[in-house]
């Protein structure tokens, strides 16, 4: 029996951190690190995910850190669970205050 291309579908993803700028990071399909979500590759279970974070460990050495995470598949869309990674994807909730600098000069 075939799935409907529009039904949710878990899967998992490797995301993280770049440790040098801090950007959010996905684990796209050449391997690669990239900063959106929709590049990101997915894996079908939990096992498969784990086994390519431990390969792109082994490869990358320590400039990001990766972590699995749950996520759906609707179409070609994927989309995460946890209140967390949906902040990790969308940036800050709020905006950013002025500089101290800029607050004293507008004095």
Known sequence: ?????????????????????????????????????????????????????SAFDLAAGSSSSLYVIPANLVGNRVSVHSLKEQIRVTGPTIQFLPSRAGAQSAR
């Open 1 to 53: 029996m075939s799935q409907h291309p529009d039904k949710d579908r878990p899967v998992y993803i490797l995301t993280g951190n770049d440790l040098l700028t801090g950007e959010v990071v996905y684990l796209d399909k050449a391997g690669q690190l990239s900063a959106h979500l929709a590049n990101a590759v997915h894996f079908p279970d939990i096992q498969q995910a784990e086994a390519a974070l």
